[in-house]
């Protein structure tokens, strides 16, 4: 699933061609594509027809379309899932494969969701008052990430101190930090020099501190190459892929040296998912005694 990095990449691409374009007709051609909008893709159409796009704003791994017409203002929620890609094309090119909804625009081009696995999706949703923004209602319960002005990073560490879980864990929760998945939080951790199955309350508050420092800079430093592509599953809105899997350290590196000790790489199933971790630089924890 996209991480902050990618959708951030994403906004930035809308936000540059989209903002003052309004959609002149929207097709949902694969029902799954609006099965989180209540009203069902006919409402989710006829809602959004007619409406100019504002904005594009994101919180984490969430990225909304603000869109309005005199009448009503809404946030087109969308869910990218495993597989979703918002891609601008001009009107008549070849349809990808996989289009589940075509958004022709007033200047020629057309905003295209395309959804291979057909996991993501899209819905209509209420702005709330979340703090000194508003946000969608579905989105209020995640906590700001590490780009927005009210993420509160002492905050977050006295967060993560409170916690007697695995820090990994801990930093994956998107209640705690938003933005921050099983990459960039692999990437934090080496950086940091933490095995993410430490506890967080062993772990002192000045080395929390460091590790959402890292997680900020890594992912900042991802922004600016695009992100991280793996396949051709995740792309900008012009189809091109990301480049930081160059720079990764940890993920995916399992039996390469650590760029720190050379030490091979290992890889573990954590969360149902990979970690991957240098031994030397980052020291398993010994396992807890069961009284």
């Known amino acids: 699933m996209p991480e902050l990095p ?17 959609a002149r007709e929207v097709e949902v051609l694969h029902p799954r594509a609006a099965r989180r909008h209540v009203g069902g893709p006919v409402d989710l159409s006829s809602r959004l027809r007619g409406k100019t796009f ?4 994101r919180r984490g791994k969430y990225m909304w379309l ?14 990218l899932g495993m597989s979703g890609q918002m891609l601008l094309a001009e009107q008549g090119a070849a349809d990808p494969v996989h289009l589940r909804i075509r958004v022709p625009l007033d200047d020629g081009n057309e ?16 702005l709330v008052d979340a703090g000194p923004r508003r946000v969608p209602e579905s989105v209020a319960h995640i906590a700001p990430d590490p780009f927005e002005p ?53 772990i002192p508050r000045a080395r929390l501190g460091e590790l959402v420092d890292h997680a900020t800079q ?13 396949d051709d599953l995740y792309v900008n809105v ?25 030490t091979p790489m290992v890889r573990e199933a954590f969360m ?15 396992r807890r005694r069961v009284a």
């Open 111 to 126: 905003l295209r969701f395309v959804d291979q696995r057909t996991f993501g999706g899209w819905h209509l949703d209420e």
């Open 150 to 202: 009210a993420f509160d990073r002492d905050g977050v560490v006295t967060a993560l101190r409170r916690r007697d879980t695995e820090i990994k864990r801990a930093i994956l929760d998107q209640t705690v930090i938003s933005g921050v998945g099983n990459i960039y939080a692999d990437e934090s951790l080496w950086r940091a020099g933490l095995h993410g199955r430490r506890r967080t309350r062993g």
């Open 218 to 230: 890594v992912m900042r430093e991802a922004v600016k190459v695009g992100g991280t592509s793996f």
């Open 66 to 79: 603000l869109a309005a017409d005199r009448a009503d203002e809404v946030a087109v929620v969308v869910h």
């Open 238 to 262: 012009n189809g091109q892929s990301g480049y930081f899997e160059r720079s990764l350290n940890a993920y995916g590196c399992e039996g390469l040296p650590c760029r720190r000790c050379e």
């Open 272 to 286: 149902n998912r990979s970690s991957f971790f240098c031994p030397t630089c980052q020291r398993v924890p010994r």
């Open 6 to 22: 990618e959708v951030e990449t994403i906004r930035l691409g809308l936000s540059t061609h989209l903002s003052g374009r309004t």
């Open 54 to 57: 504002e904005a594009v704003e």
